[in-house]
């Protein structure tokens, strides 16, 4: 595995990848720096642009170590559109799942910011919980950067 620890407005985030594909992205956490993948090199650079508000969508191999389910909570969560947001219960429904289930796979997501589950709210528009890095004040700080981005 290739790694290496990206800077950013909320902290360090540790990016790895394993065969040429981004494997994780930990928020908050600083590690070593082994590039010798060159996704390694791309993924730090589309985070540059999406932090500095030129890139909205991530063009990356991605290759978390998940379930056929899982791949559809994280398809669903990638679907939708920067600076905008969608609550558990429509995503369930969307994809013939439970909003309990569609929270876990967020509280599980091994590629926060790129796979955007800082979109995903509660009912009526509540914030809810955020598993990466200070948790609801970095999933509020991701929300705020895309609102302010979008125009």
Not at 24 to 34: E, M, N, P, T
Not at 56 to 70: A, C, E, I, Q
Request: charged share 20%; net charge positive.
């Amino acid at each position: 595995m290739s790694h290496a620890t990206y800077l950013s407005p909320i902290g360090p985030i540790f990016v790895t990848a394993r065969d040429a594909a981004l494997a994780g992205l930990r928020i908050g956490k600083a590690g070593g720096d082994d590039r010798s993948d060159a996704i390694i090199g791309e993924a730090l650079a589309q985070l540059d642009a999406w932090f500095a508000g030129r890139l909205v969508d991530f063009d990356l191999p991605l290759d978390p170590l998940t379930t056929p389910r899982g791949e559809a909570h994280r398809a669903a969560m990638i679907a939708i559109p920067y600076g905008e947001t969608q609550s558990y219960g429509e995503i369930a429904r969307r994809i013939a799942s439970s909003p309990r289930a569609v929270g876990q796979a967020c509280r599980r997501n091994p590629l926060p910011i790129i796979v955007p589950c800082h979109r995903v709210l509660a009912a009526g528009g509540a914030i809810g919980h955020y598993s990466a890095g200070d948790g609801v004040p970095t999933k509020a700080w991701l929300l705020q950067h895309e609102r302010q981005r979008k125009g």
